[in-house]
């Protein structure tokens, strides 16, 4: 008697179904939606609140938005700008080589100044060069703990205009030399051993291969810098100088209107901080060629 079993069942694949008889439902997303109907609201109200409430006073805010001692003061604040970041940039990136270097006395140096004048606040520093001539009456100029062949006037030569750019542009210096020494180190060491097989000078490498690339890292960074001293020019006004921050005090105090002045500061920031951002993006979009496609 010999047992026999039955063949293996085997499954079938079902019949495929028609796709375009499928019904398709798009995700729902209430909470969203929600979120969204909230914040609509919201600034409908802040928008409604602007139009409608007379405390701010809109039409002081134009009678002064364009008036010629606020357009001096807004140049005064450009002024700073442009002159601490200039300097303040170029100290930087020698911190930053410095730093870089391989003199352990050059990197204990740039790492000091570094350390320093970022953990000395920015007011502080900016009244201690504002006092300089406290310290030293006299500035002179010749051999080294030797005699000196002429001096200045410490007073004269350090105003409060030139305290506020020493001051802002050395503060500035110690956070650009930590940008530009972060965007070099970005840069792949091995381009620069080939270069160097190459033959090509080192000052040439840092100029046409290390600096086009570490712009690419540089440049968020430093525009942020840029738009924060910007607006840290406002600190300034400690020292009596007539930006724009400074300015609107002085006349909020002689007429009352405090909201209105302070909108027009705020107005004039937010204006040259667009602008500079929209220069941030074309610069940007310079550097990122051949990188971004």
């Keep these: 008697m010999s047992l026999t079993s039955d063949p293996p069942r085997t499954k079938t694949a079902p019949e495929p179904e028609d796709l375009g008889t499928l019904q398709v439902v798009?995700?729902?997303?209430?909470?969203?939606?929600?979120?969204?109907?909230?914040?609509?609201?919201l600034?409908?109200?802040?928008?409604?609140?602007?139009?409608?409430?007379a405390g701010w006073e809109w039409e002081v805010f134009a009678d002064y938005f364009a008036a010629d001692v606020v357009l001096k003061a807004v140049w005064v604040t450009l002024q700073l700008t442009f002159y601490g970041t200039a300097l303040g940039f170029a100290l930087g990136i020698?911190?930053?080589?410095?730093?870089?270097?391989?003199s352990r006395f050059l990197k204990a140096v740039a790492f000091g100044y570094v350390w320093a004048f970022r953990s000395i606040p920015l007011i502080v520093q900016l009244l201690f060069w504002f006092n300089l001539a406290y310290l030293y009456p006299e500035l002179q100029f010749g051999i080294p703990f030797g005699p000196g062949f002429f001096s200045f006037?410490?007073?004269?030569?350090?105003?409060?205009m030139s305290a506020a750019v020493l001051g802002l542009a050395l503060h500035q210096a110690a956070y650009a030399a930590e940008i530009?020494?972060?965007?070099?180190?970005?840069?792949?060491?091995g381009q620069l051993d080939a270069a160097a097989a190459l033959g090509i000078p080192?000052?040439?490498?840092i100029r046409r291969i290390v600096l086009p690339q570490a712009m690419r890292s540089?440049?968020?960074?430093?525009a942020n810098e840029v738009i924060s001293l910007f607006k840290g020019t406002s600190i300034v006004s400690v020292m009596a100088i007539g930006e724009l921050f400074y300015q609107v005090q002085v006349i909020y105090g002689r007429n009352g209107r405090v909201v209105p002045l302070l909108m027009v500061a705020t107005a004039w920031y937010i204006l040259l901080t667009s602008a500079l951002s929209v220069l941030q993006y074309y610069v940007e979009r310079h550097y990122a060629k051949g990188a971004v496609r």
């Design 43 to 53: 600034l409908a109200q802040f928008a409604h609140g602007l139009v409608t409430n």
């Design 94 to 102: 020698v911190l930053a080589f410095m730093r870089l270097s391989q």
């Design 202 to 205: 080192k000052l040439r490498q």
């Design 153 to 160: 006037d410490t007073m004269g030569l350090v105003g409060a």
């Design 180 to 189: 530009v020494r972060g965007g070099v180190l970005a840069v792949d060491g």
């Design 218 to 222: 540089i440049l968020p960074n430093a």
């Design 26 to 41: 798009p995700v729902r997303h209430p909470w969203r939606w929600a979120a969204v109907v909230a914040t609509a609201v």
